[in-house]
Structure formats: structure tokens, C-alpha cells
């Protein structure tokens, strides 16, 4: 299987910043690379695909980037609305894999 | 509008069994494959189960290969889970999540709609 690490786990940051979150595959997932936000009790939505891609109607302050192993979210000027969990998730192969989540809370 | 919902949670003994379904409108069903997703209480997510747009390819996670079967209904563009053999462990919200892979001719891709989930508990 492969494993998903995301890093870091917990990230206290004020509205404006830059922040970064990294994903690292256990085994090279070429671009086949997803990123999710979370807020607590709503499901996850989607907003990257293929490792760079942004969904429709994402912010385009949202950005990802990486290959093979090592993957980033960018989030260019943070927002209120973003404080929230985010996860990637690999659909290179099955199973499915998830990362364990970053958690951006207000500084 | 994409819409997909979720239903048959409950409390169940450990031993004991559910069914859940998600009815989909909104798109055509029969063109995405789906998956089902769990969230444990205050943990990450983990994928539970794949199925492909006509049914023809299944995957499931190890932790509940034997114990759960995904199926679909394109004509009533519903998803399934049977779960048996329910355990502790399996408590979680369970979603149902669609994945666009079949537009790129690939056999997965990001989830990019959600249903807002069904609660499962296990316990004695």
C-alpha cells in the first residue's frame, strides 16, 4: 500500500499569511494526487486534482504543486473562510490512501 | 445540482449488521464510478470501498474485505454498502463520495462530490 505523510499535522497562522502544507508518498504517485478541505462536520471538498489542478470554483490564492513523491498545497493569502482541514489522497493505485491531515487553525 | 444522501446508520451490536445507501441526482450515475469513505470520531479519513461504473471492478479495503460488499443500482442511481460482521472499529461517519475518473478514461480520480454522510456506531 501506499503511505501518505503530511506534514505538518497542526498549523497556527493569522489571516494574510502563506502557508504550505507538504505531502509525501511512501512510492512515486506521478501526479495522481488529490488535496481536500475539511470543516468540522461538513464532508470533504475537493479542491485539487492531479496534483496542480484547481476545481472549479476554488480561489485561485489555493494552489498545488509536486510529482512523483513530494507534494504541496499553497494557500497564497489565508483566508477566514480556510481555517480548516486539509488532506491529500493518492489515486495512483488501490487502495485509496489518504494523508492524516493538516489542521490550519487561527494563530 | 449534484446532490448525493446517504442513509441507514444506526447503533448496531458488534457482530451485528447495516446497509447503507446513497441516492444520487442530479448527473448521470451510470457514467462515475463512487466510493465509499469513512471518518472515525476526531480521526482523518480512510477510504473504505470502489466500484466502477457498471460494477464490473470492485475494491475494498483490507480492513473490511469479507465483512463489507459495495454494490450499485445505475436504473435506481443508488449505492450500496452491506456491512456485516460489525465491529468496534467500524464506528465512523460513512460518505459516499463520486469520482469523475471514467471522463479522463482512467480508473480513479479526485472525489469531487460528496453526500453529507451516515453515522454507524458499534457498541455493546
Known amino acids: 500500500d501506499i503511505q501518505m505523510t503530511q506534514s505538518p499535522s497542526t498549523l497556527s497562522a493569522s489571516v494574510g499569511d502563506r502557508v504550505t502544507i507538504t505531502c509525501r508518498a511512501s512510492?512515486?504517485?506521478?501526479?495522481?494526487l488529490a488535496w481536500y478541505q475539511q470543516k468540522p462536520g461538513k464532508a470533504p471538498k475537493l479542491l485539487i486534482h492531479?496534483?496542480?489542478s484547481l476545481e472549479d470554483g476554488v480561489p485561485s490564492r489555493f494552489g498545488g504543486g509536486g510529482s512523483g513523491t513530494d507534494f504541496t498545497l499553497t494557500i497564497s493569502s489565508l483566508q477566514p473562510d480556510d481555517f480548516a482541514t486539509y488532506y491529500c489522497?493518492?489515486?495512483?493505485?488501490?487502495?485509496?490512501?489518504f494523508g492524516g491531515g493538516t489542521k490550519v487553525e487561527i494563530k | 445540482e449534484v446532490r448525493l444522501v446517504e442513509s441507514g446508520g444506526g447503533l448496531v451490536r458488534p457482530g451485528g449488521s447495516l446497509r447503507l445507501s446513497c441516492a444520487a441526482s442530479?448527473?448521470?450515475?451510470?457514467?462515475?464510478?463512487m466510493n465509499w469513505v469513512r471518518q472515525a470520531p476526531g480521526k482523518g479519513l480512510e477510504w473504505v470501498s470502489y466500484?466502477?461504473?457498471?460494477?464490473?471492478?470492485?475494491n475494498y479495503a483490507d480492513s473490511v474485505k469479507g465483512r463489507f460488499t459495495i454494490s450499485r443500482d445505475n436504473a435506481k442511481k443508488s449505492l450500496f454498502l452491506q456491512m456485516n460482521s460489525l465491529r468496534v472499529e467500524d464506528t465512523a461517519v460513512y460518505y459516499c463520495?463520486?469520482?469523475?475518473?471514467?471522463?479522463?478514461?482512467?480508473?480513479?480520480?479526485?472525489?469531487?462530490?460528496w453526500g453529507q454522510g451516515t453515522t454507524v456506531a458499534v457498541s455493546s
Open positions: 442530479g448527473f448521470t450515475f451510470s457514467d462515475y464510478h
Open positions: 463520495a463520486r469520482d469523475p475518473a471514467l471522463l479522463w478514461f482512467r480508473e480513479f480520480s479526485g472525489m469531487d462530490a
Open positions: 489522497q493518492q489515486y495512483h493505485r488501490s487502495p485509496l490512501t
Open positions: 492531479k496534483a496542480s
Open positions: 466500484i466502477s461504473n457498471t460494477g464490473a471492478t470492485i
Open positions: 512510492q512515486s504517485i506521478s501526479s495522481w
